[in-house]
């Protein structure tokens, strides 16, 4: 099992940046992908972008191509978003997720297969 809690939300400016941080535990975190959703009042949880076990492949929502950046660290079993120019329709709970599969080679983009959930933590992007 995988135990997941994110931190690094806060209110920004539209154009200032964060990054966020996803700390896990449990002894499988560097065999599994990860993935980065986030949900805004009223909508649905959407996927932003997410990782494979060993780094070398990474996906991203259309909306935040070219401004949002995912990176893992194995050794510190923490796996980041950096979000930069960051505008007001990026506001939402962030949650990160780490995926069942071991050494899964693709990043799984929907929230079918990710069975292991953080807390979120509130990203909120003023204008």
């Known amino acids: 099992q995988v135990q997941l809690v994110e931190s690094g939300g806060r209110l920004v400016k539209a154009g200032g940046s964060l990054r966020l941080s996803c700390a896990a535990s449990?002894?499988?975190?560097?065999?599994?992908?990860m993935g980065w959703f986030r949900q805004a009042p009223g909508k649905e949880r959407e996927f932003v972008t997410g990782i494979n076990w060993s780094g070398s492949s990474t996906a991203y929502t259309d909306s935040v191509k070219g401004r949002f950046t995912i990176s893992r660290d194995n050794a510190k079993n923490t796996v980041y978003l950096q979000m930069n120019s960051l505008k007001p329709e990026d506001t939402a709970v962030y949650y990160c997720?780490?995926?069942?599969?071991?050494?899964?080679?693709?990043?799984?983009?929907?929230?079918?297969?990710?069975?292991?959930w953080g807390q979120g933590t509130q990203v909120t992007v003023s204008s």
């Open positions: 449990g002894r499988s975190f560097s065999n599994v992908g």
């Open positions: 997720a780490a995926d069942t599969l071991l050494r899964r080679l693709v990043v799984l983009t929907t929230t079918r297969g990710y069975d292991y």
